[in-house]
Each structure stands twice: as structure tokens, then as C-alpha cells.
């Protein structure tokens, strides 16, 4: 029943991150690269294991070392060696518990011996991370094998059948939870703590199977360069009837409130190389008129984002007039007036910000 409940838990642990990528699968599509550190890793760790009693040895410290792969933003896969050494327990410090159970077992089987436990495990876990921010708590999983090689340092010499010692592979499963804190992009500090279970297939010092809880703490190591996304180049374009009042080239309280907010999100989120503001006008009025008033808007708007932080080396402006319409006069023959007339007009007025070289964070 441990063994069917144990490898359950870790199938559902398993799985759990891939259902939740699944879903996230269809937001994810327009990404150019991963949102996450997808390196492969090296995770060196010193261990202390508090030993299952049935053992009859001493708690005991360990180390091991860990190889992985970030999946997708939820789960690493990675392969995991632990080597504990787990010494004879002193009869002295046995608790009546055990010392009744040592009596048991001389009952049942007519020895008893004590002996070390030399432990190596190898499993592939998986680690579904809840965050990949400056604290990545994460739940764990895994199977795979382990081997008790036990050794016999005493045997009383009124019981024939003696202390059997020996060395064989059992089915071994585990579960717990632990914390990652990046240090930076090559180095985090790592914690867990976990359950293994170990069916004793060769029956060493008890027939029953054994359960020890673990720690473990160490340093995880990504290999290579850390992925960046590539610089892109994106446009925002923003209603000049929401910047200015119509026919005009000063800034509205509206408009300089959103220039504000514009730069303000600008600075925050990305790095860039350069800005190019683009004014543009409807074809009312003359052609000359409005690549004059298309040259102001967008000069207005460079001045404000330079007021707001944004290098003067890095921007620039240019107006475009009438000369790239989105909505044509044609398009807008029916209007039944010059006040129908402007509003059908109104997607060709608008200051387009283009940001060369965005970096996402």
C-alpha cells in the first residue's frame, strides 16, 4: 500500500506541471524564445538523512550531485545521485521502542546483528516550480533506485544464524518541497527536504521496508550563456485626438498625461536603443498645412518624452502629413457633414512612437 500511495503521489506530481503547460501553451505562442532560464544545470549538495528506525543505525550525513533541464516554466526533469553512509547504532542510546523490537526480532528470526548501511540512490526527479522569481518555492517528485549495501559489525555468538550482510537494488520513491534563490544568472542557493521510500528487496536488517526522511543543501549551477531575447522593434500609435485638441500642436493635460504614462512604461520594462516619433495628419486643409502641423505634433511629442526622461540622443521626429492615410476621402464620401466628415477622418491623426532595439526584462 506505501509503495502503490508513494508512486501515485509522485506519477501526480509528475504530470501536474504538464497539464499546466498545456494551457499555457496557445498565451505563450508568440514568444521568440523561452521566459525562463531553459540551461542545463550541475547541483552539488551535502545531505543529513534522519534514518528509518527498522534500519538500527545512527542518523547520518551524505553528499550527492544533481544533472537537470528546465522543461518550461513549471518543470525541471533532472537525474539525482545520493551517497549517505548510515553507521551502527550505539545499543546504548536505543529507545525502549527499539530495544523491544530488537527482542522481536530475535524471537522471529533467532539473531541479531548491527551493521552500517552504505546508501547510493539514483532517480529521476521532477521539480514543479510554483514561481521563477527571487524565491522559487518548488514541490518534488521521483523514482528510481536504490542500493543497500550492508555490512555486519556484530553478532551475538549464541545465535547460529548470524548477521546477514550483503548488497542489493530496491524500487525507491520520493516526495518533499524546496526553495531555489537565484544569485545571480549563474549561481542559486538550493534547500529541500523529502521522504524516500525503500521497498528492502534484499531484506538487510529487517523485512520490512525502510522510510528515511532527507535534507539536502547545496548550489545549482546553470552551463553556458543565459538565453536573451532578441532586440525587437515595436510601434505604438496613439489617437493625436487624445494628445491634442483638433487643428492644434500643444499638448492637452490628457495628452501629456499619456506621453507620461507612455514613458513611464517605457523606462520601467524595457531597454531600447532608439525612439522615432511620427506625426500624422488627415487630408483636410492643405498638403503643405498639414506636414507643417504633422512636423510640430511630433516634435511636441519628442519634447515632452525627453521631459520625462527619455534621452534627447535617443529620439528623434519627423512629420508625414497627409502622405500615409489609413481612411481615405473616397472612403468617407458619405458623410453628411464637415463634423461627419472629421470624425470618419479621425484614424489618419495620430503620433506613431516606434521603439528600436526593446529589450524585455
Avoid at 171 to 182: H, R, S, W, Y
Avoid at 300 to 312: D, F, K, R
Wanted: some cysteine.
Amino acid at each position: 500500500m506505501k509503495t502503490t500511495a508513494l508512486s501515485a503521489l509522485s506519477a501526480l506530481l509528475l504530470a501536474s506541471p504538464l497539464v499546466v503547460n498545456a494551457q499555457s501553451m496557445e498565451g505563450d505562442a508568440y514568444q521568440t524564445g523561452p521566459s525562463f532560464d531553459d540551461r542545463w544545470y550541475i547541483s552539488p549538495f551535502a545531505s543529513y538523512t534522519w534514518a528509518d528506525e527498522d534500519r538500527g543505525t545512527s542518523d547520518g550525513a551524505g553528499w550527492g550531485f544533481a544533472v537537470g533541464k528546465p522543461i518550461n516554466e513549471w518543470l525541471n526533469l533532472e537525474l539525482r545521485m545520493t551517497y549517505t553512509n548510515l553507521a551502527t547504532q550505539n545499543p546504548a542510546d536505543l529507545s525502549w521502542s527499539q530495544a523491544e523490537d530488537l527482542l522481536n526480532r530475535i524471537d522471529k528470526y533467532g539473531y541479531i546483528g548491527t551493521g552500517d548501511f552504505m546508501i547510493g540512490d539514483v532517480g529521476l526527479d521532477g521539480l514543479f516550480f510554483f514561481s521563477r522569481g527571487a524565491v522559487q518555492p518548488f514541490l518534488l517528485a521521483g523514482l528510481g533506485a536504490i542500493q543497500d549495501d550492508f555490512e555486519c559489525d556484530y553478532t551475538p555468538a549464541n545465535f547460529t544464524l548470524g548477521c546477514k550482510s550483503g548488497s542489493d537494488w530496491s524500487f525507491m520513491a520520493e516526495a518533499g518541497a524546496g526553495i531555489l534563490v537565484p544569485m545571480g544568472d549563474n549561481l542559486s542557493f538550493r534547500l529541500d527536504g523529502r521522504y524516500r521510500y525503500d521497498d528492502n528487496s534484499g531484506g538487510y536488517r529487517s523485512t520490512s521496508d525502510f522510510g528515511d526522511w532527507l535534507v539536502t543543501a547545496g548550489i545549482y549551477i546553470p552551463i553556458g550563456a543565459k538565453y536573451k531575447p532578441a532586440p525587437v522593434t515595436r510601434t505604438f500609435e496613439l489617437s493625436a485626438d487624445t494628445l491634442f485638441a483638433f487643428d492644434k500642436d500643444t499638448l492637452s493635460p490628457t495628452g501629456v498625461n499619456t506621453i507620461s504614462n507612455f514613458a513611464r512604461d517605457l523606462g520601467e520594462t524595457t531597454d531600447y536603443n532608439n525612439v522615432r516619433v511620427a506625426g500624422h495628419t488627415d487630408p483636410l486643409g492643405s498638403e503643405a498645412y498639414n506636414q507643417d502641423l504633422s512636423d510640430r505634433r511630433a516634435n511636441t511629442v519628442a519634447n515632452q518624452l525627453v521631459t520625462e526622461g527619455v534621452p534627447s540622443n535617443r529620439i528623434s521626429a519627423i512629420g508625414y502629413g497627409e502622405s500615409q492615410l489609413k481612411v481615405t476621402e473616397a472612403e468617407c464620401a458619405g458623410a453628411g457633414s464637415r463634423a461627419a466628415l472629421i470624425e470618419c477622418l479621425q484614424p489618419n491623426r495620430r503620433v506613431e512612437i516606434t521603439v528600436e532595439g526593446m529589450k524585455a526584462e
